[in-house]
């Protein structure tokens, strides 16, 4: 059973347009999430977290917003640029426990 | 230089075989982690280490061992490789739950 769910397996935004990337969650004593970016022939890279006790995050032009209530939250990348096309995944993680559960990652195009 | 290597980055065996996947770190993290990455899943954990004497079981720990030699040092086996074990494995380390820090990665394939 999936903990954490990226339910869009790929997206496609035009170059300067709002990207949006969602994650559900159906644990409810996660209290921090985190979005990682993976290019092909890497490793995730860090992108951006939130805690629980916050709904909002912001770091440039990416922001994460959380909706406890619906066990939702989301990525958005604006705007969005050549660069950012990789596969984003989001993890969460509960109380002291140092294991991060993670999506299946959703694939971001960036069209010129 | 990467701060997390991994080594083979690809490797090819043969069912029953015993293989070795080694990881290095040079971010002086006590904390290494072994996931693996499955088509249309998310990482896996696999096992995970707080400090050199502190190992523990994932979510996904069987059929699997690790070693930490040092705290640089965190290497996966496969003590009799399994073709449902062909996937891509990635090392990882971390100080916080805030961030894990990634190697690039080794693509395992068991024929």
């Known amino acids: 059973d999936q903990q954490v769910k990226q339910n869009s397996p790929s997206l496609s935004v035009q170059e300067g347009r709002i990207s949006i990337l969602n994650c559900d969650y159906t644990?409810?004593?996660?209290?921090?999430f985190l979005w990682y970016k993976k290019y092909p022939a890497e490793g995730p890279t860090f992108l951006i977290s939130?805690?629980?006790i916050k709904d909002k995050n912001e770091d440039g032009r990416f922001t994460v917003f959380l909706n406890k209530s619906a066990k939702h939250l989301s990525l958005h990348i604006v705007p969005s640029q050549p660069g950012d096309s990789a596969v984003y995944f989001c993890?969460?993680?509960?109380?002291?426990?140092?294991?991060?559960?993670w999506g299946a990652g959703t694939k971001l195009i960036i069209k010129p | 230089d990467a701060d997390v290597t991994q080594t083979p980055r690809n490797r090819i065996t043969k069912t029953g075989k015993r293989i070795m996947l080694e990881c290095s770190q040079t971010?002086?993290?006590?904390?290494m982690y072994w996931y693996r990455q499955d088509p249309g899943l998310g990482l896996r954990l696999i096992y995970y280490s707080f400090d050199v004497k502190d190992i523990n079981k994932g979510e996904i720990s069987d059929g699997y061992s690790v070693s930490r030699q040092a705290q640089a040092k965190f290497s996966l086996s496969l003590e009799s490789a399994i073709p449902n074990q062909t996937a891509l494995y990635f090392c990882?380390?971390?100080?916080?739950?805030?961030?894990?820090?990634f190697g690039p990665g080794t693509r395992l394939l068991v024929l």
């Open positions: 993890a969460a993680s509960a109380g002291s426990n140092y294991q991060l559960i």
């Open positions: 990882a380390t971390g100080d916080s739950k805030e961030t894990q820090y």
């Open positions: 971010k002086g993290h006590d904390r």
């Open positions: 939130i805690s629980s």
């Open positions: 644990n409810s004593m996660f209290d921090y």
